[in-house]
Nanobody, 134 residues
Framework: QAQLVESGGGSVQAGGSLKLSCATS????????MGWYRQAPGKGYEGVAV????????NYADSVKGRFTVSRDSAKNTVYLDIESLKPEDTAMYYC???????????????????????????WGQGTQVTVSS
């Protein structure tokens, strides 16, 4: 059973930056898709960033392109989400998640607008809270 543990959340002012980390268990490390989704207060889940471990290609939600960067350090069994130019609308619980088999060689299905990422990812952590004040 894959285990994922997020860290790095916090309260920041708009325009600031954060780096979220996700420690992955050995069972999770074979996943082809590793990424992040979030849930803002009173809203549904939104896939924001994912990396295909086969070749390192990434996909992002339109709402975060240019500000969020997902990466993976396989030696440290860790997935990261670098967030820049934070906005109040980025306030959410952020979840690290994996999908064991990509669709073809693409993980983009996990960040499609309007789709529930929990229907694409197979395992996820408990989340880390990010709060952005204006």
């Amino acid at each position: 059973q894959a285990q994922l543990v997020e860290s790095g959340g916090g309260s920041v002012q708009a325009g600031g930056s954060l780096k979220l980390s996700c420690a992955t268990s050995e069972a999770a490390n074979s996943a082809e898709c590793m990424g992040w989704y979030r849930q803002a207060p009173g809203k549904g889940y939104e896939g924001v960033a994912v990396i295909y471990t086969g070749d390192g290609s990434t996909n992002y939600a339109d709402s975060v392109k240019g500000r969020f960067t997902v990466s993976r350090d396989s030696a440290k069994n860790t997935v990261y989400l670098d967030i820049e130019s934070l906005k109040p609308e980025d306030t959410a619980m952020y979840y690290c998640a994996v999908r064991y088999r990509a669709r073809g060689k693409d993980c983009g299905s996990t960040v499609v607008a309007g789709m529930n990422p929990q229907h694409e990812f197979t395992n996820w952590g408990q989340g880390t809270q990010v709060t952005v004040s204006s």
